[in-house]
C-alpha cells in the first residue's frame, strides 16, 4: 500500500468556514431596504460627512436647499430618470451623485455605475470626489466588501454584493448587464453624446440598462449648459421651456420643466431668481461694476444679496402642468412624462456670489471686444451663469450675414491707399492649384482692420520653368513660381493725408492643400529665412474644432513621413479656423469705426464679398453653404488675423507701441514718398534686414 505521508507529509484538512461569520456577511444582501431619501439620509446621523480645508462636519440640506426636491426624486417609483440643469458651485454633483452613492450603499445596496466625460474624468471623480466622500463618512467606508480589490480607482465594491462602476461613455458600458443605477455626471461635457460609437444616444442607452428593474430603476443626469443654441429667432411656447439645443437641456425639455422660484420680500409673489434679474452701475472696472450688483423683481423690488439665504430656504420647485400651468411636484396635473426634470440659473449658486458672477461675465465681455475671442464669455455663461450659450456669429447669420449687407456696411475708401489711421500692414497668401490670392490688410490702434488689396497671380515670374510658354502659375508644381511672393513683403502703399507709404510688416502663406503645396511652402520659407526674412515670412494651417487654440506658433507634427524632430527649423501659425471665423464674422458686421472693426471698401468686386459669406456656422464648425463657392476671403481674413496675434498684436500697449506700430512718421516700416520731381522713394529709416545666422535665434514678434 502507498504510503502518502510518506510522499506527501501529514494530511492536513483543512477548517471549514464559521457559519456564522458566513451569515453576517451575507445579511445585508437580505437586509430590507430602508425608506428614507437620499436628502433624509444625508442629513441623518449615519449620513454624509464632509472633510474639507473650510468646513468639517455634517451634510447640511439648508446650505443648498434647492438640491433638496431633485435628489429625493432619485428615489421615485413614478420617474424613470431625473434631469438636473444647473451653474457650477451649485453643489449638484454632491446631492445628486455622491449622496446618491451614499444613500444606496447605507439604505440599499444595489449595483450603481458613474459615467464621466472623458476616462481622465472617470479617474479624477473617483480620487477627488467619490475617494474624500468615503473616507469622510464612515457608514460609507464601513461597508467595504473584505476583499481584495474592492477599492480600486473605477471599481468599488460594497457589502450586499453592491458594485460601483467609475467609467466613460463607450458602448461597452452601455450593452449587456442590467444596472439599477445609471448616473451620469457633466453631461453636457461628453464630446458626442447623440451617438456613443454608433450605439445610439446615451440618454437612451443609459435607460435601456435600468428598464429590467421597472419603477425601481433610475437614471440620473446633470450637468451645466454647454451646447450652444441652435435658433437665435427661437421663443418659448410655455413658461420653463428650454431653447433649442442638443445634451442636456433637451433631456430638460423631454421632462416635467421645473424651475426654481423665490418669493419677494417686498411683494410676496413668486419669480425666477434668473441672470437678467440682476442689475448693476457700470464703473470704471469689472470689479468696481461687480460691487454694485442686485436684484429686482418683476414688480420692480430691489433685493440685496444677502438676502440670497433665506430666499433659497423658502423658495420652491415649479412644474409645468398639461394645461401649460405651474405646478408643485406631487400635483396630479404636472406634464405627463417619466422624466422629472430641473433647470435653476446662476443666482441660486450656494458657493457663487452675485458679486461674482458679474463680475466675470464684464471681465469676458472686456476680452471679448479686445480681441474678438468670445471663448471667455461663453464658459461664464454656461458653467456660472447655468444658461446656454448662442454664439454671437449665430446671431449675426440671423441678421443676415450675406453679400448684400456686406456691401451696405462697406466704405468708400480707395483700395491701394493705407487709411490715415493705421499703423502697420499684413500681407496673407491663399494657394490655389494656378493661381496666388492675396489680401493686404492695414491694422490700426486696436486693431481696427481695413482690406486696402486685393491680388490675383496667375502668371509665373520671369525665368521661371515654363514661363515663355505664357503658362499659367502653378504653386504646387513650380517652387520658382513662389519667387512672386517676397515682393508683396518690400511693396509699399501710400498713407492717405501723408508723405510717407507703408511696407508691410510681415507675410503669411497657406502651407496646405493641393499635393505638392505643403513641401515647395516649406521649401519658400526655407530659402526666405536663409536670405534673413525669417521673421517676416510665416506659413499657416487651419484647425477645425471649437475645441482648438485660437492660435499657436510652433513645429509640424509631420513632414514628408518624417519624424517631427527632423522638422525644427520650421515654424507653422496653427489657427483655430472655427474660433478666428466666428470673430471675423463679429468684427465685419461692426458698423462703427473702432477697435475690433473690420472695413471693406466699396470698390472691391462684388465676388469678393460673396466669398466672406460662403460659409455657415454649425455646432462643428463652418462649414461652406455650397461645395463649389469660393471662400478665400474669409480664409485669408482668419490667416491675416492669426499672424497678428503671433506677432502680439492683441498685447500692444497703444500708448507705447512697439517701433512697427508707431504713428507713421516713426514708424520703422514706413518710407518717405518722393516728390513729385524725384522719381524713386527714399526710406525715412532705414530697417536692415535680420541678419543670417548659424545658430538658432529665439523668435520674437518681428
Not at 125 to 136: T, V
Not at 311 to 322: C, K, Q, R, T
Not at 453 to 466: F, N, W, Y
Amino acid at each position: 500500500m502507498l504510503d502518502v505521508e510518506h510522499y506527501l507529509g501529514p494530511l492536513v484538512v483543512p477548517s471549514y468556514p464559521d457559519p456564522g461569520k458566513l451569515l453576517v456577511a451575507a445579511l445585508p444582501a437580505v437586509r430590507p431596504p430602508r425608506r428614507i431619501s437620499v436628502p433624509e439620509w444625508a442629513g441623518s446621523a449615519d449620513g454624509r460627512r464632509i472633510r474639507s480645508a473650510t468646513y468639517n462636519g455634517p451634510w447640511r440640506n439648508e446650505f443648498a436647499p434647492y438640491m433638496v426636491e431633485p435628489a429625493r426624486m432619485t428615489t421615485s417609483r413614478k420617474y424613470r430618470a431625473v434631469c438636473f440643469v444647473g451653474p457650477a458651485r451649485s453643489v449638484k454633483s454632491d446631492a445628486l451623485v455622491l449622496n446618491l452613492l451614499g444613500h444606496r450603499v447605507v439604505c440599499m445596496p444595489r449595483d450603481m455605475k458613474i459615467i464621466c466625460p472623458t476616462k481622465e474624468a472617470a479617474r479624477l471623480f473617483s480620487l477627488q470626489k467619490i475617494k474624500p466622500m468615503m473616507n469622510a463618512t464612515p457608514a460609507v467606508t464601513s461597508r467595504l466588501a473584505k476583499v481584495r480589490n474592492a477599492d480600486s480607482i473605477n471599481d468599488k465594491l460594497f457589502e450586499g454584493g453592491m458594485s460601483v462602476r467609475i467609467g466613460w461613455p463607450v458602448s461597452g458600458e452601455f450593452s449587456m448587464l442590467d444596472i439599477p443605477d445609471m448616473v451620469v455626471t457633466d453631461f453636457d461635457r461628453i464630446d458626442n453624446p447623440d451617438d456613443i460609437d454608433g450605439e445610439g444616444a446615451l440618454f437612451d442607452l443609459a435607460l435601456k440598462r435600468t428598464e429590467t428593474f421597472g419603477s425601481l430603476g433610475m437614471s440620473v443626469f446633470e450637468s451645466s449648459p454647454g451646447k450652444p443654441i441652435t435658433d437665435a429667432d427661437w421663443e418659448a411656447s410655455t413658461p420653463h421651456e428650454a431653447p433649442p439645443c442638443t445634451g442636456i437641456l433637451s433631456i430638460y425639455n423631454r421632462g416635467t420643466r421645473g424651475n426654481f422660484y423665490w418669493e419677494c420680500p417686498h411683494c410676496h409673489e413668486r419669480f425666477r431668481p434668473l441672470m437678467s434679474t440682476l442689475h448693476f452701475e457700470r464703473k470704471a472696472t469689472p470689479g468696481e461694476t461687480a460691487k454694485t450688483v442686485f436684484m429686482v423683481c418683476p414688480a420692480g423690488c430691489v433685493i440685496g444679496p444677502d438676502r440670497k439665504i433665506t430666499l433659497n430656504a423658502a423658495g420652491v420647485w415649479l412644474h409645468e402642468a398639461n394645461d401649460g400651468e405651474l405646478v408643485e411636484i406631487d400635483d396630479p396635473d404636472i406634464r405627463d412624462t417619466d422624466v422629472v426634470s430641473y433647470w435653476a440659473e446662476g443666482p441660486i449658486a450656494a458657493v457663487q456670489s452675485w458679486k461674482a458672477l458679474i463680475q466675470r461675465e464684464q471681465e469676458a465681455l472686456e476680452v471679448l471686444e479686445r480681441t474678438g475671442d468670445e471663448g471667455s464669455l461663453k464658459a461664464t455663461v454656461t458653467l456660472d451663469q447655468g444658461r446656454p450659450y448662442l454664439p454671437k456669429a449665430n446671431d449675426v447669420e440671423d441678421d443676415g450675414l450675406d453679400t448684400k449687407t456686406l456691401k451696405s456696411l462697406a466704405k468708400p475708401y480707395p483700395l491701394g491707399i493705407v487709411p490715415a489711421g493705421a499703423r502697420f500692414l499684413t500681407v496673407a497668401v491663399d494657394v490655389q492649384s494656378h493661381r496666388f490670392v492675396v489680401h493686404v490688410h492695414a491694422w490700426g490702434v486696436g486693431l481696427e482692420t481695413w482690406l486696402i488689396d486685393r491680388l490675383e497671380i496667375v502668371t509665373p515670374p520671369a525665368g521661371a520653368p515654363g514661363a515663355d510658354r505664357q503658362r499659367a502659375i502653378d504653386p504646387p508644381r513650380y517652387l520658382e513660381d513662389w519667387a512672386v511672393l517676397p515682393p508683396l513683403r518690400e511693396k509699399i502703399y501710400p498713407v492717405a493725408d501723408s508723405d510717407y507709404g507703408l511696407r508691410p510688416v510681415a507675410l503669411v502663406s497657406d502651407s496646405a492643400g493641393e499635393a505638392g503645396v505643403t513641401e515647395k511652402a516649406y521649401a519658400f520659407y526655407r530659402q526666405q529665412k536663409k536670405l534673413g526674412h525669417g521673421k517676416r515670412t510665416y506659413l499657416a494651417k487651419g484647425q477645425g474644432g471649437f475645441d482648438r487654440d485660437r492660435v499657436r506658433h510652433g513645429k509640424p507634427d509631420k513632414i514628408l513621413q518624417k519624424k517631427a524632430g527632423n522638422t525644427s527649423d520650421i515654424r507653422l501659425v496653427y489657427s483655430g479656423i472655427d474660433k478666428l471665423k466666428d470673430e471675423v464674422t463679429l468684427s465685419l458686421t461692426r458698423s462703427e469705426a473702432g477697435p475690433g472693426a473690420y472695413h471693406l471698401s466699396s470698390e472691391l468686386d462684388d465676388r469678393v464679398f460673396a466669398e466672406y459669406c460662403a460659409e455657415t456656422r454649425g455646432d462643428k464648425g463652418w462649414t461652406k453653404r455650397k461645395k463649389s463657392l469660393p471662400n478665400e476671403a474669409l480664409d485669408l481674413a482668419v490667416m491675416s488675423k492669426a499672424l497678428v496675434i503671433v506677432l502680439k498684436g492683441e498685447k500692444i500697449d497703444w500708448d507705447r507701441p512697439p517701433e512697427w506700430a508707431l504713428p507713421v512718421a516713426n514708424n520703422s516700416f514706413a518710407v518717405r514718398l518722393a516728390a513729385p520731381s524725384q522719381p524713386d522713394a527714399v526710406p525715412a529709416r532705414q530697417v536692415a534686414p535680420s541678419p543670417h545666422r548659424g545658430r538658432r535665434v529665439r523668435s520674437s514678434a518681428l
